[in-house]
């Protein structure tokens, strides 16, 4: 599954460790998500989108789907 995390983060100002903390995980946690290393439970992806008040398809998407912001 691909994901926005690293953008929606860095757009927030968050570093990984900031961002784990928001979210009650570890950093590593955060790095294999934004790494697409690691899928999280729908907990943590309702969690993730709560704390960047988007949907959560608009934070996780089938691989393959993901649009780059120039809609390329």
């Known amino acids: 599954m691909d ?4 953008v929606l983060r860095e757009g927030a100002g968050l570093s990984q ?3 784990a903390h928001a979210l ?7 790095i294999s998500i ?3 290393h690691f899928d999280p439970r729908l907990s ?3 969690r ?6 988007v949907p959560v398809d608009e934070v996780f998407v089938p691989d393959g789907d ?3 912001p120039d809609g390329d």
């Open 34 to 36: 934004e790494k697409g």
């Open 48 to 53: 993730i989108s709560r704390l960047f008040a």
């Open 3 to 6: 994901n926005r995390l690293r």
């Open 17 to 19: 460790a900031e961002c």
């Open 66 to 68: 993901l649009v780059a």
């Open 44 to 46: 943590l992806a309702f």
């Open 24 to 30: 009650g995980v570890s950093r590593q946690t955060v």
